[in-house]
C-alpha cells in the first residue's frame, strides 16, 4: 500500500491548479469546493493504481475532475454542462501549463498589488472573497446597493489584473 | 467583456439564476477570446481567494475552528480510507482517553465526525483547532498526551501507541512503556519507551526532550538518541542543547480573559478581532470604571480600552463534581452570550439558563462588549449560579482553572536565594539580610508586636517610609517579583485613592516606562510602570493581613494575593528607574498600616514559588 504522506506530497503541490481547474468547469465557489474533496477522496482510494510512467499526477487528477463533473448525477447538475468537452480539454491544458512558478509569482504581485489599496478597498474583496459575502450584504455593510458593490468590484480586479501584469512582466 | 466579467462573479459567488447561467455558457461559446478571458477570469479570482484565505491567518486569532482548510479535509479522507481498509476487533492493551479540559477539536470515526467519545480507537483521527487542545490519558498510567493547537493526528494501531502526526505538535510526558510509543511524522519517526518530550512537524520535524530519551529516526538508516534538554530537527539532523520552559500544559486556578478590538469592523459578540491583552483573572465579575481593570473611565495610556469598545472574551474550565443540571444566571450591562462545552446557550429574559454539566471540568465562556461605561462600579457582567432553592451564589473561584504551558517554571531553592537581591524582614531592625545594608528610615516609625504575625514595622500613614537602594540596583528593570506581607488600619485615609507600598519617585519617562508604582488604589492591588498598569478587581479589607506579590516577567504584569495569581495582563513594557526603591509610600499617599517580611527578587517565581514565600 502506498504511503499517505506520498500522496500528500504529490496532491499539496497540485490542489491549487485543481482547484481552478474545477472552478472553470463548475463555476461556484461552494459547489468547487465540494466537487475538489470528492475528486481527492476519489484520488485517495485509486492511488494504488496510479502508474506514473503512464500519466503525471496532476493530469491524472484532473481527469478525475473532468470524469466527476460529467457524471456526478447527485451534485453540480446545474453547471455540469457549462463547457464542451473541447473546452474542457482546452480548460485542463490551461491550468496544466500554469506552473507553480507563475502562480507564485502571480500572487506575490497580487498581494503588492492589495497593498496599494485603501482600507475600504481590501476590506470590500475580504467580505467577498475570505468571508463569502453575498453582494447584497457586502451592500448593507457598504451602504450602497448590490449592483454598485458588483460594479466595484469589477473595477477593482480591473486595476489589479493591470498591476499584477504590470510586475510581473518588470 | 465587462457583462462576462459580472456574470462570472455572480456565478461564483452562488448569486447567478438559471437564466444567467445558460448565459454564461452562451457568451464563453462566442469566440476564443471570450473563453480565454473565463479562463484568465477564473484564474484572477482564485487568486484573489488564495489571497483572502491567506489574510485570515494574520487579522482571526481565535475561536475560529479552521476544519475546512484543505490539508485537514484531506487529512480527513486519509483516514476514512484508513478506516475502511484496516478493521480490528481485538481489545487494546494500553487505552486513550480524552480527558475533560479539552477544548476546540473534532474526532473523526469512520468518516464521521463524532462527540462524548472517551477512549480513543485504531483508525480515529483527531483534528485541533486554533487555540484547542487534546490532552490525552494513558488508562492507568500517569502518562498524559497533548495534541497542540492546530494539530492533526490519526491512531495507526489497535494500541493506539503509533500515532501519525500529520501537522502540529505533539507534547507528551510518558511512564515507562513495555512497548514504545511511535509517533510518525512527515519526515521521521520518534521512539519513546518513556520521557517527557514535544515533537512538533510544522514544515520541518522538531524534536525537544525535558526528561529521558527519545530515539529519532529520519528515514531508514539516520537514527539519533536526543536526551533531556536536547533538540533536534530533521533538516540539520544536529543535536542542539535547549534549556528550561515547560513542557506539559498545567492546570491552574483562575478566568483566562481575552479582550479584542476591531479597527475593521463593526464590534459583535461573534465577530474574530485583533487580539489586545490576555490574561488570568480570578472570576467572572467585572464592575464597570476605575473598579476593574482596564475596563475604566480614567484615561491613562492604555485608555483605548476605555474610550472604544472592545470584546470581552472570559474562559474557565469549571470543576463539576457530579453530572448535573445547573441553573445559570447571567448579569450584563450589555448583550452577554454564554457558551458551556462550547455550545451556546440563549438567556432568558432574567438571564437565567439551565445547562446540562458533566462530571469533571467544563468549558465556560461569556463574552460581552467592554468600554465607554461610566466610573459607576456597577456590574459590567457576571455569572452566578441559583440552585434549587433560589439561592443566588458567584461561581466560586476555587473552581474555575485554565490550562497553559507559559507559567513561569518553578526556581529550586538555590535558585531563588540567589535570585533574591532585598530580604527585608522589618521585625527588629532595619537590615537587608540579602546584602547587609540598612535602608535609610524617614520619619518615626516603629516596631510593634502584632498578635498574628509577631514583631512587625508600624507606619503612621502621615511621614512615615523607608529608602532603599535605586530600582536598577535592586533588579527591578527586567524580570522580578517582590513581595510583602501588609496589615492596613485604614484604606485611603484622608480619600486619597492610593495607598503607596513600593515606589520609586517620579521620573519623567527617558526610555521605557519610568516608575515603579505598586500600591493599593481604592482597595484593588494595583501594579505599574507608570503608564502601564495591571489592578485586580479584588478589595482588601482593613485590619487584616495579606500576602502579596507582584511579578513581572516578559511583558507581564501579574498580582498575588496570598499566594493566588488574581490578575495578570500582557504587553506591558519593562522598568527603566534609577531611583531609590520607597517602602510605604506613593508620592505623598503613605500607607497606614503594618508591613513586614519585605522580598524583592529579580526573576521571576512562579505561582508555586510565591504561594510559599
Redesign the interface.
Known sequence: ?KD??E???Q??PA??HL??YI??LV????DA?DL??EV??TA??KFESFDPQKAEFKSWLFGIARNKALHSKRRFL??Q????EV?MI??EQ??LN?SSIN?DE??DA??EC?NNLS?EQK?L??G???D?K??YELADLFKRSAEQV??Q??RL?KV??VCVVEKISI | MKELELLIDKCLHGEATKDEEKHLQKLISKSDEAFEFYLQSIQQHSDLKEWADSQEEELVKVHKFPFLQWSFAIAALLITGFVLFTSNQQSPDIILKIHSVSTNFKLIRQGEMISNILAIKQGDQILVGEGGQVRLDVQEQDSQIFLMENSSVNFVNRDCNYINLQQGEIRAKLEKQNSPFIIKTNEGEAEIIGTEFSLSDKGETQLWVSSGKVKLNRGQQDSVLVEAGQRIDTESFRVEEKDGGHIIPNIFQGVEFFYYKSDLQTLTLETDMELIDHGVRSDFNYYSGAYDGYVRAAPTHRSFMSVNPFLMVLKAHYSVPEASVKTLRVKSLRSAHLRVNEKRYDLDKKGQVEVPFKQGFNLLELRTIGGQEKDSGEVLISLEEIDAEGQVSAIQSKDLFYTSTKEVPDLSQDEMQSALTCDLPLRKDFVDRANGIEVSVKGEPIFVNDPEMGAVLELNGKSDFLQHLKADELGLNGPYTVSCRVYFDELMPNNRPDDGIFSTAYKKPVEGNSTLVLLIRRGHPYQAHFGNDTISSQVLKEKRWYDLSFRFNKGVQSIFIDGELVTSSQGHGNLYSKQVLQIGTWGANFMKGRICDVKVFNRPLSIKNISGL
Open positions: 500500500m499517505n504522506t500522496f500528500i506530497r496532491f499539496a490542489q491549487h482547484h481552478m472552478r472553470s463555476p461556484n465557489f461552494s469546493d475538489l474533496q481527492a477522496a485517495w482510494t446545474r453547471t454542462n457549462l463547457l464542451n473546452q482546452n480548460a490551461f491550468f500554469d502562480s502571480r500572487q497580487l498581494s492589495i482600507d476590506k474583496l475580504l467577498r472573497y475570505r463569502k453575498k453582494s458588483r460594479i468590484l469589477f480586479r489589479l489584473k
